[in-house]
């Protein structure tokens, strides 16, 4: 038996940090938008005794970790564990098109889909409430890999409040060489932070809040709005870890992107462009611009993590 399950990558349109809590992580306010660059994780029921064996293939396939670590091979015995099961003999194949430490949350999104997949594999029917639940212990964005679409995400990242969208958006994704850590993007935003003498504290910093100006853009579908709300408080902490970056975004930028910010924790750089068209042309404007190793075009909301195939 098999099942197939694509998954989104997401961009950040909004990701505003607070200060480090005393757990180790950031209070955010993280507006989590899913777009239809994506993963596909096929589950297949294994022989008896191998447990949970991973195989990827993709441009960045041999960047991606195939031990215990890897976030599909982890939700799979999390799922298991969490219902019982003596056995849990499956084989996830990661079909890979997300940048891989790229600021995407592919990791994530890998995780979500091995979820989704291994419970229709084993017929389990887990309530999407405790999907969810498992989803924040295996990481922060991997609950809105579950859910996709646009929405607001609380607390560490995983606390979830869907959005109301309209319309679709283009995008451009600029994929750098090389990742880069998401701990180590937030530990140099706090050193930022100390330097410039603000602290970095949850005591120093004030709790970040979803920008109504970005929201009413979503509400409205109105690209240009949105582009011009887009914000990123750890890009200043991604550019001084890879200052290459800001020739990538200029590049992007100059090619006629009406916005343009580091994804996530980057390195990948996110562009929004005012149609189709537009976004095919940035995307061959920075490949031509030698500043980043990939570019593709997409567009999006998309929903989340869903069955495709199975047989
Ligand atoms: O939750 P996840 O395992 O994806 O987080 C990876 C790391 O990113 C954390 O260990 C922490 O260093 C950092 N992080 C953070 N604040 C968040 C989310 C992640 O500091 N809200």
């Not at 993709?58 to 976030?71: E, F, K």
């Not at 924040?136 to 964005?141: H, P, Q, R, T, V």
Request: glycine fraction near 12%.
């Amino acid at each position: 038996m098999t099942v197939t399950v694509r998954v989104p990558a997401k961009v950040n349109v909004q990701l505003g940090v607070g200060g480090l809590r005393a757990d180790g992580f950031h209070d955010l306010a993280n507006v989590f938008f899913a777009v239809a660059l994506g993963d596909e994780v096929t589950a297949t029921a294994g022989e008896p005794g191998t447990g949970v064996t991973l195989s990827c293939t993709g441009p960045d396939a041999d960047a991606v970790p195939l031990d215990d670590s890897n976030l599909a091979a982890r939700a799979a015995r999390l799922l298991a564990a969490h219902h019982g099961l003596a056995a849990t003999d499956v084989h996830l194949h990661i079909a890979k098109a997300i940048p891989v430490a790229g600021g995407m949350a592919g990791g994530s999104a890998d995780g979500a889909a091995a979820l989704v997949a291994c419970d229709a594999l084993w017929g389990l029917g887990t309530p999407v409430e405790v999907l969810l639940e498992l989803a924040a212990e295996l990481g922060s964005d991997v609950p809105f890999a579950l859910v996709g679409g646009v929405a607001l995400g609380r607390g560490r990242g995983e606390i979830l409040e869907p959005l109301p969208v309209a319309g679709s958006y283009h995008w451009v994704f600029a994929v750098a060489d090389g990742g880069l850590s998401t701990p180590a993007v937030f530990r140099e935003c706090d050193r930022l932070r100390e330097e410039a003498g603000t602290g970095s504290g949850d005591t120093e910093v004030a709790t970040p809040d979803a920008d109504p100006a970005l929201l009413a853009a979503l509400a409205d579908g109105d690209a240009v709005a949105l582009a011009a709300a887009l914000t990123n408080d750890l890009q200043p902490a991604a550019l001084s870890l890879r200052p290459a970056l800001a020739a990538t975004l200029r590049a992007g930028t100059e090619a006629g992107a009406i916005g343009a910010l580091v994804s996530g924790s980057g390195p990948t750089c996110a562009f929004l462009a005012k149609d189709a068209d537009a976004a095919e042309a940035v995307a061959a404007a920075l490949r031509a611009s030698g500043s980043c190793r990939a570019a593709h075009a997409t567009y999006g909301p998309v929903p989340g993590a869903a069955v495709t195939a199975g047989e």
